[in-house]
Structure formats: structure tokens, C-alpha cells
């Protein structure tokens, strides 16, 4: 049950600086005395003083005083009396305490196993039956793992309880709320969330000296390597924004409207892989780039059909069976090799590709001892060709102004209250995407029985399938 | 502290500490033998070249930062000043997914934009489809913390691993009562937590990061390495593939407060960033592939250009102190969402660099974040034990 200590201590130094700022007579909330049964409590603040101060000094909104004001209790600089074990601050009436500065959470010192022990124990002394059952469970847990230490655990906890009993009541009241906030904080009952529960240990340049040297290297290189004036790279973020605008559901609206918002699916049917009819906005982002037009199978098939009419279905092919190789199973990879070389490169095949003779010959020397990368150079020759000239004489085809005519425009839905009240009752379920990779499969299956050429892609992932 | 100690404490005197006061331990130190007047030597001549190393590699970065300088003649703000401010966002919580009995620490989108696969700290692995908030499968790692899980391109597995330092993918079934751990398929082996897994464009590989400092891809079949990727000087937190034609390159982040950029075929680090001021929870890709986005425990959100190959925004404010966990575009690039260990998430404007809007909900810091397939809502998961949608 090892958990990493909070690192970021930039961060402490700021809530600490806040909270002493908080205490300052002139400048800090106003506290007052309460009377909780028959002592009083000094210097108490209501939650709704505490967020209105943080939302002044730090000119935030209300909500977001709140949520600081949430974490400074997360973190146990400020402690609620009602309520104590839940972590939060509420912005109405209830009430908290500022912690003594010697139970802030610290860099210094860790409240360790024993620490925990002898407060658990010292309660216990003080009245049996005291603990909470979480309480119970980690003290019998101590109890057990900590026996050796077992007689100092007692003596401690013994003289703390004595010393105690001398204090005036007032004090001892105040005392307890602050050594059990520290605890609640530090050792979190489990529906409790505490700031210092951090999860696993994280380490720190454990490695630096073994790398340093490989990073001079680096240095070098990073040097060499060319870059763009940002005024390009930037504007070239702003373009990719402004061609996707409309496409953004959380800039423009999504037709016939965002299912997430209406309960109702159509969105997601109207854009399935293997629709007759895709939608406007669909075929709109073929056209932004070759990588998007074949990122969309649906996209891919149409652009397919004008491939097929111009007796150039080689190209596609190719980058289709090397996306195989490359992401396919490192078994499969000879396999795969000899196919695409048989298919693709060797002299008089079937779909000769036609690329360079310094690409062709690399290609086939290195199939000779395959590796997934064997075809980066021929794939990205093919896929350039394809970029620069096949793609844009595809958005200029019949065939793509064709599906541009076809193409639906959905009406917006105009759900009425009750309407949506219905279409949360009634979510469809969809197709289990298990079911619609069984489909896409059969349906390989049958595009390369039927077509002729033989469709590579098809016989590259029954290769894989068989492994 | 002491004058406030008086006031808020007056009569309480300390006579004694509570507990004792223990010091954190020293940096570990190596155990030496008594030394040879050879391996005393020795030891002169490796600390002088490990400074020499550094005095190397502090002028080397100046110089790379020159180089990076003389390229730069526009500010992002400058270039967005002509672009369109945002309007008023309405994000809401439109699901919340609850089913998991301890803090969730990382999920995973489903390429049919619905389902998804949540893990948490008790090893409960969780497939839901979250438009009906009805779960799918559940399977119980023999692990605590599971740290990393990823759905599979076909959406037929999902793989995850944690505290076991391994990743392990179970093949999914359309059969509710079958016991998935049955078919399950260790892949990865590392010497330390797993921190992220990410399948690469088919379910047959799986790229992993880890707290042993290293990343990996590996045979999803044999359980082969094939690449390890050495560089970063401490816990490798997070990682993403690039979203490019070629879908070559992915970008880590790390405790050592680098994000690196690797070549999966060399190995090697291409690129190299280290402008934050703590660790690199979450690196995100910009959906163009010419940039990412980092989240880290310094309460910021970085932009880095890779074609400029330098830090061009930062994403932050003056009341916002605590850690970033998780970080991710919207569909356009235009918005990117941070989820944070305040419990909140804040939607900056990535041309302006202003904060849009500010969302609350989770009880406990949001320790995941991932925008849907399709851009029309994000998934939040938290340390409250519950996953939200928001749209």
C-alpha cells in the first residue's frame, strides 16, 4: 500500500502564503467565537466567508473560490467541525478552522505507520470503543505488524494522554478537532477523498547520469535538423482549424443533432461504414485531404470506384497491402512480403506498381530479408503520387460530384421537451461492434472473390486471420 | 508562523511534540567498499566526465534554443488575432457512469464514438456503452491500480495493465456470461508500472509506456518487443500516436519534465521538449499531427510546434495551481480540454490562449480525459469513482 508523497511543493508555498494571508487580522476573514456544547471554540469561520475572501483576493468567480476553497480543506490546511469527514468546503453556513501550521502538510516530515499508532492507540485510552470501524481495522492492522514496537506505541500514546488531561478543556477540545482533522486527511476513510492521497511512488531522474550522453547526441542532431519559420507552422494550425470548423461538434451544431444531447442516434446510423448515401458534410471532408478521404472506408470505396474506371487501382492497392504488412502480425510478415512482391514488384506482375528504379530497387532488395518497414520508401512514393495528382483529379470526377449530388443533408431535429423525455427512454443500442467487424470480414471475404484483380487487402488479413 | 501560532493558540502550550518529527529520507546512496587507489581513480576520471557531459549539454541546449529562436518571427496570438472569437459554450454532464467501486484511472474510446473502457484503482476493468450507461463486460485484473487501458481499433479487445507492469489484452465476446479472463493474452513485460497503452492502427500491436523510465511496442500475437525506446530519465507517465498518413512517430511525456517525439521504426528521439516546470501527466496530438498538447503537475498546458520545434503556447492562470491529469483536442484543434486535480475541467481556446469555459461536476480530480472518435462529447474520469460524458 505504497503511495507517493504531494512533490509539487511550488504549489504548497502558494496555499501557504493564501492561508496566512487568510489569518491576517486586517486583511483576513472575520472569525468568531462558537459554543459547541459548553466550551467555546475560538476563531471560527463560516464556509460562505471563506469563498467570498478567495473569490475578492483572487478575483475569480464564486464558483471557481469555491472550488479552492475545496481543496484547501482537501489538503488539510483548513478543517470542517461539522461534517469532519468529508473533505469539502460548502458555501453556506457550515463551519471550519484554520489548521495549526505544525499539522500543514509538509515536505520535511512524513506522518508515518507509528505516528498513526500511537494516536490510535492514545484514543483508545482514553475511552475503549472510541475508534470508528476504519479506525478499528488499521489499528488492529498496526497492532499486528507493528508488535515490536508495541510497548513504545503504548508509553507514547500513555504520556500524550496524560499530558493532555493538564490542558484546559477549551484547548483539549480545539487540540483533538486539529490532531483528527490531520488524521482524516492523512489516513482517508474510504468514502473520504483527501488531496494527500497521491497514488503510486513516481521517480525522479533516477536515470539522469545514464542519459545525459545520449542527450548531447540528441542535442547535436536537434541542431542539424531543419526547421519551418513559425509564422508557416502557425499558420498552418490556423488553416487545419478554420477547414474544420463546421465539422467540430462543439463549435457548430451537428445534424440532425448531437446524440449525446437528444438521446437520439440518427447521427451515428446516418454515418455508418457502409451507408448507400453518406451525408454532405461527410463527402465535404473527403475532400480535405487524400489521408482523410482514405481514413473513411466509405470514402475509400468511392474513391475505389473512380480508381477502377481509370484502370489505376494498382496504386491503392499497394498502399493497402503495405498498411497490412505494417501493422499486421510480426508472423505473418514473410508471407505478407512474397504476396505484395509477386503482386506488386516483380517484373511482369499482375499490378506492377510504377515507381522509380532506385525505390524499386531498394524495395526488392530489402524483400529479401522482410520487415514490417520493408516498404516505407515504395508506400510513401505511391502515396505522394496518389496525393498530388490522383486525389485531385478524383474531387474533379463524375464520380465524386456525383455522390456530392447524392449526398443527404439531414433536418435539424426540433425535439420537444417531452420528446427528448422519450428519446432517453428509448436509447437505441446500435450494433455491437463485434458484430460489425464479423460483417466487414464476410464482406472482404466477398469483394475478393468477386473481383478480379484479386483484392489484396483482403488476402493480407485472411493471412492474418489464419494465424 | 510562530506570531499566528500565539494568537489562534494562546493557551495551548506545546510541552511536547505530538510525534516525532522524521526527516525524509536521504537520496539513495550506493553502498561502497573500501577503495582502491585504481578504483579511486577511476572514480575521478567518471565524476569529470560525467560534468564534463553536463557542461556539454547545458551549451548544446543553448545553442539548440538559438537555432529554435531565429526561425521564430510570430507569436500564435499574433496569428490569431484575426480569427473569430469563440461564443458561449453549454458543456453539460450527459451521462454519468457509475459501477466502479474505487478511484477510475484512465479510459478509452470505442471507434463507434459510444462504448468505452474504463479502469480503476481496485483492478476492475469496465467496458460500458455510455449512451445507454448499461455495462458490457467487467473483468478484475490481479493487479491494484490499473494505471492503462485502451480499446482496440476492431473494437473486438481492450488491453490494460497497472501496478502488475505488464499489459495484458482480453479478447471481448458477444457472450455476457463468458469469463474473459480465460482468454486473456499477457503482451508487454516491464521492470516497473505500466503507465499508458495504446493499440497503434490495428488490434495486432500495442505501444506501451512505463515507470521504468522506457517505452515499447510490441507483438500483440507473440508477445514479442518489437522496439524499445530509451531516453527519458525517470517514469515515462503518458504517450499518443501521431495521427499522420505514415503514423510513424508517437510522443511521450515523463517525471523527467521532457515530452519526447520517437521514430517507432529507429527507435530513436527525434524531438525533444523541456519547457515544463514539473511532470508530464498527458500528451495529446493536435489532430493535424503538427503539434501536440502536454499536461503537467505545474498547473499548465503547453502547446509545442513540431514543425517549428519549439513551445508556442501556454495554457494558464493565475488561480488555477493545481496539476493538469489529462489533456485533449476537440475534433477541429481549435479547443482543448484539461482535466484537472482541482476537480475541475477548463476549455481553453488553443489560438488565444484564453480559458472558454470552466466545468465542475467530479467530486474528487479528474484523472482521465478523451474526446470521441466523432468530436461530439468527452469522457471524464475521476478519482470520485465515476466516469461523465459531456456535450
Known amino acids: ?467 | 508562523k510562530t506570531s499566528f501560532n500565539c494568537i489562534f493558540n494562546v493557551s495551548f502550550s506545546l510541552r511536547f511534540k505530538p510525534f516525532r518529527r522524521r526527516p525524509l529520507p536521504a537520496q539513495r546512496k550506493y553502498m561502497r567498499s573500501p577503495l582502491t587507489p585504481e578504483m579511486a581513480t577511476q572514480e575521478v576520471q567518471l565524476n569529470e566526465t560525467l560534468a564534463h557531459l553536463k557542461t556539454e549539454s547545458e551549451t548544446l541546449k543553448s545553442k539548440l534554443e538559438e537555432e529554435r529562436a531565429k526561425l521564430h518571427d510570430v507569436e500564435l496570438h499574433q496569428v490569431a488575432e484575426k480569427v473569430e472569437g469563440l461564443g458561449q459554450f453549454v458543456m453539460k454532464t450527459r451521462r454519468t457512469l457509475k459501477g466502479h467501486g474505487n478511484k477510475v484511472l484512465c479510459m478509452d474510446w470505442c471507434k463507434d464514438k459510444r462504448r468505452i473502457v474504463s479502469s480503476s484503482q481496485d483492478g476492475k476493468v469496465i467496458v460500458w456503452d455510455a449512451f445507454t450507461t448499461n455495462k458490457e463486460h467487467a473483468v478484475t485484473m490481479p493487479c491494484t491500480w490499473v494505471m492503462a487501458c485502451a480499446y482496440a481499433p476492431s473494437g473486438c479487445a481492450v488491453a490494460c495493465g497497472g501496478l502488475d507492469n505488464k499489459c495484458s489484452v482480453y479478447p471481448l465476446s458477444l457472450d455476457k456470461n463468458e469469463n474473459l479472463a480465460a482468454k486473456k493474452k499477457s503482451v508487454a513485460m516491464h521492470t516497473n508500472y505500466l503507465s499508458a497503452c495504446s493499440f497503434t492502427n490495428s488490434d495486432m500491436q500495442i505501444l506501451t509506456s512505463s515507470g521504468d523510465g522506457t517505452c515499447a511496442l510490441w507483438d500483440v500475437e507473440s508477445g514479442q518487443l518489437l522496439q524499445s525506446f530509451h531516453g527519458h530519465a525517470a517514469d515515462v507517465l503518458c504517450l499518443d500516436l501521431a495521427p499522420s498518413e505514415t503514423g510513424n512517430t508517437f510522443v511521450s511525456g515523463g517525471c523527467d519534465k521532457k515530452a519526447n517525439v520517437w521514430d517507432m521504426r529507429s527507435g530513436q528521439c527525434i524531438q525533444s521538449f523541456e519547457t515544463h516546470e514539473s511532470d508530464i501527466n498527458s500528451v495529446r496530438y493536435y489532430p493535424s499531427g503538427d503539434a501536440f498538447a502536454s499536461g503537467s503537475d505545474d498547473a499548465t498546458c503547453r502547446l509545442y510546434d513540431l514543425r517549428a520545434d519549439r513551445e508556442v503556447a501556454i495554457y494558464s492562470k493565475e488561480s488555477i495551481i493545481f496539476g493538469v491529469s489529462s489533456v485533449d483536442f476537440s475534433l477541429s484543434g481549435r479547443l482543448l480540454f484539461g482535466g484537472y486535480n482541482d476537480y475541475t475541467i477548463n476549455v481553453w481556446d488553443v489560438l488565444k490562449g484564453t480559458r472558454v469555459s470552466i466545468l465542475f461536476g467530479h467530486e474528487n480530480r479528474v484523472s482521465t480525459l478523451r474526446v470521441s472518435p466523432d468530436g461530439t462529447a468527452f469522457c471524464t474520469g475521476s478519482w470520485d469513482h465515476t466516469l461523465r460524458i459531456w456535450a
Open chain 1, 1 to 467: 500500500r505504497k503511495t507517493g508523497r504531494v512533490r509539487d511543493w511550488g504549489k504548497q508555498r502558494k496555499l501557504e502564503g493564501i492561508v496566512v494571508e487568510m489569518q491576517d487580522p486586517q486583511v483576513g476573514v472575520k472569525g468568531s467565537d462558537q459554543k459547541l456544547n459548553v466550551t467555546t471554540i475560538p476563531h471560527v469561520i463560516a464556509g460562505q466567508e471563506i469563498i467570498t475572501w478567495i473569490a475578492n483576493k483572487m478575483k475569480t468567480p464564486l464558483e471557481e473560490a469555491h472550488v479552492f476553497g475545496t481543496m484547501l480543506v482537501a489538503y488539510g490546511y483548513i478543517y470542517p467541525l461539522q461534517n469532519h469527514k468529508k473533505l469539502v468546503m460548502s458555501n453556506d453556513t457550515s463551519l471550519y478552522r484554520f489548521q495549526t501550521p505544525y499539522f500543514w502538510p509538509a515536505q520535511k516530515w512524513v506522518p508515518e505507520d507509528s505516528d498513526y499508532a500511537i494516536y490510535l492507540a492514545k484514543r483508545n485510552i482514553r475511552k475503549k470503543g472510541m475508534l470508528e470501524p476504519y479506525e478499528q481495522v488499521h489499528y488492529n492492522h498496526l497492532h499486528e505488524w507493528l508488535n515490536h514496537k508495541w510497548d513504545f506505541i503504548v508509553m507514547q500514546a500513555t504520556e500524550q494522554y496524560k499530558a493532555g488531561k493538564e490542558r484546559k478543556k477549551a484547548d483539549r477540545v480545539v487540540f483533538d478537532c486539529q490532531e483528527r482533522a490531520y488524521w482524516i486527511v492523512n489516513r482517508p476513510p474510504r468514502q473520504t477523498h483527501s488531496a494527500l492521497d497521491c497514488g503510486p511512488e513516481r521517480l525522479i531522474d533516477p536515470n539522469k547520469d545514464e542519459v545525459t550522453g545520449q542527450y548531447n547526441i540528441f542535442y547535436q542532431q536537434a541542431i542539424m535538423r531543419s526547421k519551418v519559420k513559425s509564422s508557416v507552422s502557425l499558420g498552418a494550425l490556423v488553416k487545419y482549424i478554420t477547414t474544420y470548423k463546421n465539422h467540430d461538434a462543439f463549435l457548430a451544431p451537428c445534424l440532425p443533432s448531437n446524440p449525446w444531447q437528444t438521446d437520439n442516434d440518427s447521427y451515428w446510423t446516418l454515418n455508418m461504414r457502409r451507408v448507400d448515401v453518406p451525408t454532405k458534410m461527410r463527402v465535404e471532408r473527403w475532400s480535405f485531404s487524400l489521408f482523410e478521404l482514405l481514413s473513411d472506408l466509405r470514402g475509400r470505396d468511392d474513391f475505389k470506384i473512380f480508381l477502377k474506371k481509370e484502370f489505376s487501382g494498382e496504386n491503392l492497392a499497394f498502399w493497402e497491402a503495405a498498411e497490412e504488412l505494417k501493422w499486421g502480425t510480426a508472423s505473418s510478415m514473410s508471407t505478407k512480403a512474397e504476396t505484395i512482391f509477386k503482386t506488386f514488384l516483380a517484373p511482369g506482375a499482375p499490378r506492377w506498381i510504377n515507381i522509380d528504379g532506385r525505390t524499386m530497387g531498394l524495395t526488392v532488395k530489402g524483400l529479401e530479408h522482410p520487415h514490417r518497414y520493408v516498404l516505407e520508401a515504395a508506400q510513401t512514393h505511391v502515396f505522394l503520387l496518389m496525393k498530388k495528382d490522383t486525389f485531385f483529379r478524383y474531387l474533379k470526377s463524375p464520380v465524386y460530384k456525383d455522390i456530392q449530388k447524392k449526398a443527404r443533408n439531414p433536418e435539424p431535429h426540433n425535439f420537444s421537451p417531452n420528446q427528448l423525455e422519450q428519446n432517453s427512454l428509448n436509447r437505441g443500442v446500435g450494433i455491437h461492434p463485434i458484430i460489425l467487424w464479423q460483417q466487414e470480414e464476410e464482406e472482404k471475404a466477398k469483394a475478393a472473390a468477386a473481383s478480379a484483380p484479386v483484392d489484396v487487402k483482403a488476402m493480407m488479413s485472411k493471412i492474418d486471420r489464419k494465424k
